[in-house]
């Protein structure tokens, strides 16, 4: 039955995920990373498509807001959350610069800039770490198996074993709460 077959399919990748040390390591490096950004007063940026998208504003709502327990917020922000700027950008200049041109406007040295895609390769994306790159500001980037074409732009690549874009995803969110998970630890220990 498909229900089974999907849950045996989440389960497996998780424990690829679980039994891969490099891959454990490189998010223990996105926790320090997000942790020396925030104590420096840098901001985390987030962004993706679709169902990314919603993962980067799902993220940056745990930071923002609070995870576990209350505390301060942090400086978490998606961008794609101003809907007029979206189409606005996308219509005057391309949707190819629809996050690149905010983070011209809002992104610093010493801020990080995190990816989210299954495919590593859409376009505004890669535009947007383009302008991450030339400010400073590091670069997580959440794919799947292959990295795609941000593998290239990431200081810390963040690439899940699968080619199957839902499993992906649900891997990311997984991954994104660990990392949240750990920095408000980190940040805020009780």
């Known amino acids: 039955m498909r229900i089974q077959e999907a849950i045996k399919e989440s389960i497996y990748l998780k424990n690829k995920i679980l039994e891969d040390p490099s891959?454990?390591?490189?998010?223990?490096?996105?926790?320090?990373?997000i942790t020396d950004s925030l104590r420096e007063s840098?901001?985390?940026?987030?962004?993706?498509?679709?169902?990314s998208a919603a993962d980067a504003q799902h993220l940056a709502a745990e930071l923002s807001g609070r995870f576990y327990y209350d505390r301060p917020p942090l400086n978490g922000e998606a961008l794609h959350c101003n809907t007029s700027y979206l189409t606005a950008i996308g219509n005057d200049y391309g949707y190819e610069y629809v996050y690149s041109r905010l983070?011209?406007?809002?992104?610093?040295?010493?801020?990080?800039?995190?990816?989210?895609s299954t495919s590593g390769n859409s376009e505004n994306l890669l535009e947007a770490c383009k302008v991450a790159c030339g400010k400073g500001i590091k670069i997580v980037a959440f794919t799947g198996k292959t990295g795609g074409k941000m593998k290239d732009w990431a200081d810390i690549l963040l690439n899940v074993p699968s080619l199957d874009t839902p499993r992906i995803q649900e891997a990311h969110i997984l991954i994104g709460h660990i990392i949240c998970e750990l920095v408000e630890i980190e940040m805020f220990p009780v």
């Open 23 to 33: 891959l454990v390591a490189r998010i223990e490096a996105v926790v320090r990373l």
């Open 42 to 51: 840098g901001k985390i940026h987030f962004c993706g498509n679709g169902g």
């Open 103 to 116: 983070l011209e406007g809002s992104g610093k040295n010493g801020d990080v800039l995190v990816v989210l």
